[in-house]
């Protein structure tokens, strides 16, 4: 159920927190603010497939079953101070830290203004000026965001700044050796790191029985002298309880996390795969009863933060907000090819063509 604490820990300490101090409590605009993310990200997302049928899209990694996960772990950390190192099925993540539809959609149609990559690469993919969020994703080769990570994470140490680092990875990039290495040396360190996994139970086209032989990611923390915790990641509530834990034994030198959000991968691995090849018919049945954002819709309405009226305001809302963002990245020019290396070759190296 949603607000409760469904996490359970493992691993070389059960004081996730390190000092004992969770997070915060959530408030009521706090909660009514996630759950607009979460409606403004399905929203955007059902336009970008829709557009991607229609042949405007070139590909989509849907976010569509991740949305409560995503929003409850950014609304447990501080985007002015963290780093995230993403990878592509980051969608909630990335409105949550202030990335607007419009800059969303103008990589999807590879439109000038795109901020990650200048149009240059996959959607979602490249990195934010790092005056506006530390945001990075250097490829979408799986699990290579995680030794980058914990680099960053062991710089951060060095300079003595307090900063969490977290790394986003689905339950196929836990199987990859960069993420053996990267806990291992994260946790040797004790470095100020939260291993993020979004467990929807397949990588692209393989489901978790044929991954490994272990029901629980989060196991795998005890293996690296660390805390695992396995949240209801249908649940932003949980999840912001388990990542702000995790964020406060960071920040007090303890070391990192691996925190496993299960959740569904509501569509296939991307709008380019047919996943009725090999996902059961049976293993789809009932999943869209999980729905996060109808969940949370009940909540908010149990606890009597929402209404009718202020249910329909948010949903129009986001409507009119990626209806206007649609409009505005379908008229927008493509990059010119002059610039083209300009985001490839560091300024004065031999590549420079500036």
């Given at each position: 159920m949603l607000g409760e604490q469904s996490s359970k820990t493992q691993?070389?300490?059960?004081?996730?927190?390190?000092?004992?101090?969770?997070?915060?409590?959530?408030?009521?605009?706090?909660l009514l603010d996630m759950y607009r993310t979460m409606v403004l990200s399905r929203t955007l997302d059902q336009r970008i497939w829709q557009m991607n049928r229609q042949g405007r899209a070139a590909i989509v990694a849907s976010a569509q079953g991740h949305e409560a996960a995503q929003v409850g772990a950014i609304r447990a950390l501080d985007p002015e101070r963290d780093r995230f190192y993403i990878y592509y099925r980051e969608l909630t993540t990335m409105l949550a830290?202030?990335?607007?539809?419009?800059?969303?959609?103008?990589?999807?149609?590879?439109?000038?203004?795109?901020?990650?990559?200048?149009?240059r690469q996959f959607p979602l993919h490249g990195a934010l000026d790092r005056s506006r969020r530390d945001i990075v994703s250097f490829s979408n080769v799986v699990a290579t965001q995680l030794p980058q990570a914990v680099g960053v994470a062991l710089a951060d140490k060095m300079r003595g700044e307090k900063r969490v680092t977290v790394a986003y990875f689905g339950d196929g990039a836990s199987s990859m050796g960069e993420t053996h290495e990267a806990m291992n040396f994260a946790s040797i360190h004790r470095l100020p790191v939260i291993f993020f996994c979004e467990n929807n139970k397949y990588a692209i086209s393989v489901p978790l029985s044929r991954q490994m032989n272990i029901e629980s990611i989060s196991s795998r923390a005890a293996a690296y002298g660390m805390p695992g915790i396995e949240v209801n990641g249908f649940d932003p509530v949980a999840v912001y309880e388990a990542v702000g834990a995790a964020a406060n034994r960071a920040l007090s030198g303890d070391g990192p996390t691996l925190v496993e959000a299960v959740v569904e991968r509501f569509l296939p691995h991307t709008s380019d795969d047919d996943d009725t090849r090999y996902r059961p018919a049976e293993d789809l049945e009932g999943i869209r009863d999980l729905d996060p954002i109808?969940?949370?819709?009940?909540?908010?309405?149990?606890?009597?933060?929402?209404?009718d009226a202020l249910d329909q305001e948010i949903k129009e809302s986001a409507q009119k907000t990626v209806n206007q963002a649609t409009e505005d990245a379908e008229n927008a020019p493509f990059p010119e090819p002059h610039d083209f290396y300009e985001q490839v070759y560091a300024p004065g190296s031999p590549g420079d063509q500036s």
């Open positions: 691993g070389a300490t059960s004081n996730v927190a390190g000092n004992g101090a969770g997070p915060p409590p959530l408030n009521d605009a706090d830290l202030g990335v607007t539809p419009l800059e969303l959609l103008l990589g999807f149609l590879a439109k000038d203004g795109e901020p990650l990559s200048g149009a109808p969940a949370t819709e009940k909540l908010l309405r149990a606890s009597g933060i929402l209404d």
